[in-house]
T-cell receptor, first 105, second 118 residues
Framework: KNEVEQSPQNLTAQEGEFITINCSYS?????LHWLQQHPGGGIVSLFM???GKKKHGRLIATINIQEKHSSLHITASHPRDSAVYIC???????FGTGTSLTVIP | GAVVSQHPSRVICKSGTSVKIECRSL??????MFWYRQFPKKSLMLMAT?????????EQGVEKDKFLINHASLTLSTLTVTSAHPEDSSFYIC??????????????FGSGTRLTVV
């Protein structure tokens, strides 16, 4: 069993839909990253959070350390949001398996 | 914001040769950089932690003599895949954290290197 589990593994949405990607972890971590990997392979760090909620544009990330759960939300999804989203423990050792998101125009 | 430059982005090499991948922090100093490997349709796997001025720390199962890491300056870390074989073909990516605290998004990643060994 992976220490970090993401769901869903694959997600297809219509443009404009509200999207939620979930991340649950079984290890103790002090903070969690949400990463975005585009088809070309490049990775962008979207958020690093240890509590509560962070917002950046149309992206919102929440974390509940006690429940060991985090969510990434995308509001008003757009085709350019199509990518693989990965959650990872801040200590760099634990990576989720990724959620492949496709947003259809 | 913090930028990490990684090159080459793609390299094809013959079996038995060595390939060097560079990772540079362009506008900040990175005392620690991380090297990852990613297999097709799989998530990232941490290979090693590169520490400026000292030996790298390798994860279990990663061959130190195969994957040589050098972090000779505060802005440059290199990964050399020695005597490459087809099974070394993969996507390699580095990351660093801007310890000045200017990055509120955590670690900054390089753009990755697609290595193909033929």
């Amino acid at each position: 069993k992976n220490e970090v589990e993401q769901s869903p593994q694959n997600l297809t949405a219509q443009e404009g839909e509200f999207i939620t990607i979930n991340c649950s972890y079984s290890v103790g971590i002090s903070a969690l990253h949400w990463l975005q990997q585009h088809p070309g392979g490049g990775i962008v760090s979207l958020f690093m959070l240890s509590s509560g909620k962070k917002k950046h544009g149309r992206l919102i990330a929440t974390i509940n350390i006690q429940e060991k759960h985090s969510s990434l939300h995308i509001t008003a999804s757009h085709p350019r949001d199509s990518a693989v989203y990965i959650c990872a423990g801040a200590d760099q050792f634990y990576f989720g398996t990724g959620t492949s998101l496709t947003v259809i125009p | 914001g913090a930028v990490v430059s990684q090159h080459p982005s793609r390299v094809i090499c013959k079996s038995g040769t060595s390939v060097k991948i560079e990772c540079r922090s362009l506008d900040f100093q990175a005392t620690t950089m991380f090297w990852y490997r990613q297999f097709p349709k799989k998530s990232l796997m941490l290979m090693a932690t590169s520490n400026e001025g000292s030996k790298a720390t390798y994860e279990q199962g990663v061959e130190k003599d195969k994957f040589l890491i050098n972090h000779a300056s505060l802005t440059l870390s290199t990964l050399t895949v020695t005597s490459a074989h087809p099974e070394d073909s993969s996507f390699y990516i580095c990351s660093a954290r801007d310890t000045r605290g200017q990055s509120s998004y955590g670690y900054t990643f390089g753009s990755g290197t697609r290595l193909t060994v033929v």
